[in-house]
């Protein structure tokens, strides 16, 4: 069991960095959470845009219509998600692009995914459409432009956390695992996030394409104002773990918060992502980007409450109605995913993106 290893391991050395915890926690080859898990859906331990509706995946693929034709409609290109989760998002992305006879032929997918259990429901989900698996972005064809979508993804990787100077560790105390050092924490960062946007900025300099990151997280500066507006017009209990941007690392099993240090391997453990970092990399890398704006806004912008009406329109049952208008509001309702969750694109090349003007 990994509570094993995990005790082990601190036995032997004295302690674990979080950033380590975390990443036994998520990735041991045999007990690691996204090894695993279900994870994702309504079954599973959270729920996702794409999962909660279907016009997330519908906007996101005719947004990404609109951004293959700013970076000069190649005959060929590759889709890559990171990190698909269900294959929801990828598959109502694929059929909004298989009914535009401009592209239906130009995309060929790509799925990066760690989780076996999650690639078995990804192949039944977009077997259609020949998904190729990675384990990394390696291995990514190199001679195609890339389209990456990253919905959730960036969230999932591990961090560390500092306290001052110290780097903040899990240790064994009376046989239970504590924090050391105690205390506040007052700086986190996410080494791999930072690989990953330095090998996708290399991708899209070489072969062009563009990157669309969604996650919730922070940008340095902003957050406080949202937290306070957040807090004022509150109705729901908001945690206030959500807006810190200290310490964001946060467990979730079966759709509640759960004690991050309880049932190693068994929770999502996740933090925010810090924007302002992920940016900085991208424009260092010399990328350009776009936003981020926050989920409610960028939907809004590029159709969504028309798109919500045409399938409104088309709904049978009052049932349906219902369940799109909740879906809705759910992703742009700056009480629920609106303002919490972020966009951001990176290009290769100056160009207007819709929705992140
Ligand atoms: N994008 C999906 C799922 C988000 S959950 C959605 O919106 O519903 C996070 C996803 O990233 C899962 O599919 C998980 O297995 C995958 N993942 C997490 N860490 C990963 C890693 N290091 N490499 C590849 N995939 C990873």
Known sequence: MLQQIITQQIRAHGTLTVHDYMQLCLQHPEYGYYRKAQAVGKDGDFITAPEISQVFGDLLGMWLIHAWQVSGMPKLAALVELGPGRGTLSADIMRIIKKNKTVEEVFTLHLVESNPTL??????????????????????????PLFFIANEFFDALPIRQFVGEAERCVTL????????????????????????????????????????????????NQESRIRNQALETSRFQIPDSKFQTGDTLQAIKNHHYHPILQDPGEADLTAHVDFTALAAIAQECGLHVHGPVEQGTFLQRIGGDLWLQKLLAKAKTPAERKSLEEGWLRLVSPLQMGTLFKVMALTPHACELAGLR
């Open 119 to 144: 690639r078995n429901q990804q192949s039944q989900k977009l077997w259609r459409h020949q998904p190729q698996w990675h384990d990394s972005l390696t291995t990514l064809p190199s001679d195609l």
């Open 173 to 220: 105390q009376n046989e239970a695992l504590r924090f050391v050092p105690e205390g506040d924490v007052t700086k986190e960062d996410c080494p791999q996030a930072e690989e990953i946007m330095r090998l996708l900025a290399e991708r899209l300099k070489q072969q062009g394409g563009c990157a669309l990151i969604i996650d919730y997280g922070y940008v340095k």
